[in-house]
């Protein structure tokens, strides 16, 4: 009793949503529309690789979800990154700005070019790229040199800026687009995490040049693995679709190839299981907010625990619901009974500057990702059957 019973009525409240598990995970997927129908139909029109009729539908119906002219399929969403970055035209040596609280992946992305991230501080009530601290870095260390943005103190082009829309919240995204404008650098979002989510009305992955997602296991929708890039640019979604299919030029049956290409198209088969996922992705989300709510109105009348929201201008997908504890150790007594009692919850990530790979690596001073780190903790998401 006593200390080990701190959070007994958090884990009863997270248990009664969802009524009926033993265990309860952070998120897992669900299958309830026409996904078997769609996987046998792929099987049966033996295209279950790189062509086939629900690639292309994916990528219509992801059109139709985010408003891009264009979206482009691809084996996952760390690839989709890794492409937008390349067709964004960033080269090995340049610098690309991100953030530090982030997903592995997206320092990743930026590493396969042999570019250098950038990691600044994000932002308190958005959890994502601060556009004050990018503002800051910029009037700090830019200079614009015909029409192209160097880092005046190492020299090299700041060649793309990644904002990231952390559990599906949109960052600050429009003022984040203004500021690249300004310094005419290529703004590449990765909306990994915020399908279904809206920033003003308009869908995240579509405010600049490139918009990339993922369909893991673990996001909103998933098909096992998958990603998605989108573009309103004609020029570059041309050349993504190019260079994720081994940059092959169409031909009959010669096989020509003008670029190092990359196998990077999302496959026929996972492809069918991403369309009959698409199709549930409104009750999804309908249902994931609803969830969100509930937990809102729990956690108002528990003391000490921040319960994270969508700020005014932004509609969040709530992908992965986060609370905030009063410190590092509030967090980590948290973690271990909760963990202990069948409710999976888990700290953000490390990080990215803190890990060896990036510790000599460019940051901002970084105090609200610090802060955050230390107190952040997801609880179970999972749309409620
Ligand atoms: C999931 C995720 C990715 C990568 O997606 P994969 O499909 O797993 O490769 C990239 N960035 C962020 C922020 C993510 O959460």
Not at 249 to 266: K, L, Q, S, T
Not at 303 to 308: A, P
Not at 332 to 347: A, H, I
Request: some cysteine.
């Amino acid at each position: 009793m006593g200390q080990s019973s701190k959070y007994g009525h958090i884990i009863q409240y997270i248990k009664s949503q969802f009524p009926n598990q033993d265990f309860i995970p952070l998120h897992e997927p669900r299958f309830m529309g026409n996904e078997k129908k769609y996987v046998a139909d792929a099987i049966d029109s033996t295209f279950v690789s790189s062509v086939g009729a629900y690639v292309n539908r994916f990528e219509e119906m992801m059109q139709e979800i985010t408003g891009a002219k264009y979206a482009i399929a691809t084996v996952n969403g760390t690839a989709a990154l890794h492409m937008a970055l390349i067709v964004a035209g960033v080269k090995q040596g340049e610098e690309v700005l991100s953030q530090d609280l982030t997903f592995i992946a997206t320092a990743n992305a930026i590493s396969y070019i042999g570019a250098i991230p950038v990691f600044l501080d994000i932002d308190r009530k958005t959890l994502g790229l601060s556009a004050e601290r990018l503002e800051f870095f910029l009037q700090q260390h830019g200079k614009q040199v015909d029409g192209v943005t160097i880092n005046s103190k190492t020299g090299n082009r700041i060649a793309a800026c990644v904002p990231m829309h952390t559990f599906g919240f949109p960052c600050e995204i429009e003022r984040i687009a203004e500021i690249c404008n300004e310094w005419n650098i290529p703004l590449v979002e990765d909306a990994a995490e915020s399908l279904g989510s809206y920033y003003k009305g308009k869908h995240t992955g579509n405010f600049g040049l490139l918009g990339t997602f993922s369909f893991n296991g673990n996001k909103t929708v998933t098909c096992g693995g998958g990603g998605a890039i989108v573009t309103n640019d004609i020029c570059i979604a041309k050349l993504a679709k190019h260079l994720t299919t081994q940059a092959k030029m169409p031909h009959a049956w010669e096989f020509n190839h003008d670029y190092i290409g990359y196998n990077y198209r999302m496959p026929n088969l996972n492809a069918a299981l991403a369309c009959a996922q698409l199709e549930q992705l409104a009750a999804f989300i309908e249902n994931k907010r609803e969830l969100a709510e509930n937990y809102k109105n729990f956690f108002e009348k528990v003391e000490g625990i921040e319960f994270v929201t969508e700020e005014l201008d932004a509609k969040a997908n709530y992908w992965l619901n986060a609370i905030l504890l009063k410190d590092r150790e509030a967090r980590d007594s948290f973690l271990t009974e909760v963990n202990s009692n069948g409710v999976m919850s888990r700290p953000v990530w490390t990080l990215m500057h803190k890990l060896p790979m990036f510790q000599n690596s460019l940051h901002d001073d970084l105090t609200v990702s610090k802060c955050i780190e230390g107190r952040l903790v997801n609880i179970p998401s999972s749309v409620r059957i």
